[in-house]
Structures are given as C-alpha cells and as structure tokens.
C-alpha cells in the first residue's frame, strides 16, 4: 500500500482515507488533490523501477520517516502540531513531525493489537484492533483500558473505520469486513468518543462478500455516508438522520455494480467524492455536486470527476 497524508492507494486500487482533510476544503482543492494523486502514483512508479526510496510531497505527501516503522498515524483532534501514532509496535507521540518520538506502552493488548487510532480533543483514544474489536484509553500508556465493542472478529479491515468530532458529538462509524461472507453485514455508530455503540444498518447478503468499504460522517450536511461491497450486494447509502432512516444511490451503468462500492468518501462544502473500488472499471473519482441542496435527495454513479487509466483488482 503506497500512504499518503491524505489517502491511501491501496494495493488493488481502491482509494483509503488515512487522516485529516479539513485544508483541502475548496473547490480549488479538488482538482489539486486530482493532480497530486497523479504526481505520487507517477513517482511511485519511477521508484519501483528506480529500486529508489519515495520523497515527501507537498500538501499531498507520500510520508517516509527515516529509519521508523510507522504503521499507523491517528486521526487527531488535539491542538497543535503533536501527533501519534504507532511506531515500532509502541503506541508513540511526535513533537516534530517523527524526527523523534516518546514512546508509551506496547500497542498489543489483550484485545489485539492497535491497527487505527483516533485521539479525541480531550487527549483521550478510541482503536480499532486487528482483532476486529473498538477499545478505549486515556493515554500513551493505555492508562484506563477498556473495550467497548466486540465484533467477534468481524472487522479486518481498516478502510471502513472513520472519527469525527464536531465539539458535541464524538462520532466513530465502523462496519463489518470479511471475506468469502453470506450474513448480513452491521455498521455500528458511536455518538460519544467509542464509549458506546448502536447498529445503525445492516447491509445487503446477495454476493459471496457482503462487507462495508467506507464510511463517512459529512460534517458539511450532517449526513453519514456508507458503501457495501460486493458484487451484487454493492451500495452506497446515505442518511441525514443518523442512520434512522436510508436512503441508496442510483447506478445509471448496467452490470457495473463496482462503481456504488466506493473505499473512499470525503466530503467537501461543495460536493461529496467517492474513490473507486477496481473489478473491472477504471479506478478513479466520483462525486455528487451539492449544489443549491445541502442533504442529497438523489445520488447518481458514476459521475466521473477523474479516472485513472489502468486496471486493478477489487477489495
């Protein structure tokens, strides 16, 4: 998987939000984060031949940290320039931007080990473990450890996982991911941090794959997005209600379901953008234009904003 600080190219193509997006917030910002995807793909690409190490970009940066072994970096609400994330199996904190760290506890816990974290205003932590469970801490030394959702192993995945927090709510969207699945897949909401969790959706069961890709809390119109996958049962869906009740995006190309599985979807004052899942359509950016609308009352895919032409797989 190539990271960005933005999204992530995952290895089959599908388009992942790893962080923060709030500066790209302009209608201008689109079209730059069009191109910055292109520039990082490219270089991706000359460093593969090259056998060369990848270097930072600019807004849109591919994040290589000399001599780390960072594989997760957390959503943060924190003020200021600190930031975590785990580095070398430690649940660690940067003051400079990884040029040194302070290490906490070991990111294994009895509840698996840390895969995506989100430190909250209040310097508190809500995870995901490898598991497939949503745990809760005070700090980087796991002070206060607590589970507060157990999926019994049903989210293995880490692209439908997403955090928001708006100075009331504390939002986690999480849903279950699994392969070679036929149950209905559940999408969990917290309005509290992690603390507590509902079901707010059950998706479709009519492929072999029944499991979320992305979720989204678009703070722009207090609407929670979400797309399914697979196959047949490929929707996205979105709710202006917290998830009381549903409403599905139309598809206007017959036999081509991949495109209402999006594994990216990032909101915008002006529009929604939706990162393709592969399985035989080209990989690339949809969107819904907002318009004089704030909330969607109808959704069509695709409506291509940018494709890539190449071929990759699906998740």
Request: with cysteine; net charge negative.
């Amino acid at each position: 998987m190539s990271r960005s600080k933005y999204v992530s190219v995952g290895d089959t193509g599908g388009l992942i939000l790893d962080s923060k997006y709030d500066d790209f917030a302009t209608n201008a910002a689109v079209a730059e984060l069009r191109d910055k995807i292109v520039e990082v793909r490219d270089e991706i690409k000359r460093a593969s031949v090259a056998g060369t190490r990848l270097s930072p970009k600019t807004n849109l940066f591919v994040e290589h940290l000399p001599e780390r072994s960072t594989l997760s970096i957390a959503t943060s609400y924190v003020e200021g320039q600190v930031s975590y994330g785990i580095d070398h199996g430690w649940v660690s904190v940067s003051n400079d931007g990884w040029e040194s760290k302070t290490n906490g506890a070991r990111s294994s816990t009895e509840y698996g080990a840390i895969r995506r974290l989100c430190a909250w205003s209040d310097g508190t932590f809500v995870a995901l473990t490898y598991q497939g469970n949503i745990i809760r801490f005070d700090d980087i030394n796991l002070s206060n450890l607590h589970e507060t959702l157990n999926t019994d192993g049903k989210v293995s995945s880490s692209i439908n996982i997403s955090f928001w927090e708006d100075g009331i709510n504390r939002i986690v969207l999480v849903g279950d991911y699994e392969q070679d699945t036929s149950y209905a897949p559940k999408l969990y909401l917290s309005l509290d941090g992690g603390d507590t969790f509902n079901v707010i959706l059950e998706g479709k069961t009519g492929f072999v794959n029944n499991h979320w890709h992305a979720t989204c809390y678009d703070k722009f119109s207090g609407t929670i997005w979400a797309s399914q996958g697979d196959g047949s049962s490929a929707t996205t869906y979105y709710s202006a209600d917290l998830g009381k009740t549903w409403e599905e995006a139309s598809i206007t190309v017959s036999g081509k379901t991949s495109y209402a599985q999006p594994t990216l979807i990032l909101p915008f004052p002006d529009r929604v953008v939706f990162g393709r899942d592969g399985a035989g359509i080209p990989p690339g950016l949809d969107q819904w234009v907002r318009g004089e609308k704030k909330t969607p009352s109808e959704i069509k895919l695709p409506s291509p904003a940018f494709e890539f032409r190449m071929e990759h797989g699906s998740h």
